[in-house]
C-alpha cells in the first residue's frame, strides 16, 4: 500500500532524523532509510535527489524550528527576547541538540553536505533579519539587520553545541548573559 504524497515525505525525514540520532550521518545509507521508512526507492528519489538532501532537510527542519517558532509565537520582538524564545524552544526539545551535532559533524566529513548546508541553511539568518529589521529601524540601530540575525542564529548554535558537548553546561546562565549583551544593541 503506498503512502500519500506527504506522508512518505514526512516518513522518510522521520526515519532519517532516528537513523541519524542512532547512527551519524556517515553510518546512514539510503538502504536504512527506506528500510526505516517502510517506503521505496523511489519514494525517497521522488522526494530528494540524495542522502544529503534528506539530511539536509532534516538540517533546515531542526535549525529552523525553534527560531520559526519564537517568530511565529510573538509579534515583533527585540532581538534579546527573540534569542530567549528561541534559546528556550531549544531546551524544551531535548532531541534537537544532539540531531543538529550529528549533521554538523557529518557537514565536517562530507564536502557536498557541507557547501549544502552554507549555501541554503545560509539563508535562515536573512529570514530572521526580515524579523529584526523594523526592531532595528526603530530601535536606530545603525548595524546590520542580517548581522544581528547572523548574531541571534550563533548564539542559538552556541547554545546547541555546548549543551551537548559539556556536562556542566548551564543553559539558564548563557541565554541570561546573551539577552544582557543582546539587550545593548541600538544603546550606544
Avoid at 77 to 100: D, K
Avoid at 120 to 149: F, I, K, M
Amino acid at each position: 500500500m503506498s503512502r500519500p504524497y506527504g506522508a512518505s515525505r514526512d516518513a522518510i525525514l522521520n526515519a532519517a532524523e532516528m537513523l541519524i540520532r542512532e547512527r551519524g550521518v556517515g553510518a546512514m545509507s539510503v538502504a536504512d532509510i527506506i528500510a526505516a521508512s517502510e517506503t521505496s526507492a523511489g519514494a525517497i528519489y521522488h522526494h530528494f535527489e540524495s542522502k544529503q538532501d534528506i539530511v539536509l532537510a532534516i538540517a533546515e527542519r531542526a535549525l529552523a524550528r525553534p527560531i520559526e517558532a519564537a517568530i511565529q509565537e510573538t509579534g515583533p520582538v527585540t532581538p534579546a527576547e527573540l534569542f530567549r524564545l528561541a534559546a528556550r524552544r531549544v531546551a524544551a526539545e531535548a532531541e534537537t541538540a544532539p540531531l543538529l551535532l550529528q549533521i554538523w559533524a557529518g557537514a565536517a566529513a562530507d564536502e557536498r553536505l557541507r557547501n549544502l548546508l552554507r549555501d541554503r541553511a545560509g539563508g535562515l539568518p536573512v529570514g530572521v533579519a526580515a524579523h529584526v529589521e523594523q526592531w532595528c529601524t526603530t530601535h536606530g540601530y545603525g548595524g546590520d539587520s542580517v548581522a544581528v540575525a547572523s548574531l541571534l542564529v550563533g548564539l542559538v548554535m552556541g547554545m546547541v553545541i555546548q549543551a551537548s558537548l559539556f556536562d556542566d553546561f548551564v543553559a539558564d546562565d548563557y541565554v541570561a548573559l546573551a539577552v544582557e549583551g543582546l539587550s545593548r544593541l541600538g544603546q550606544g
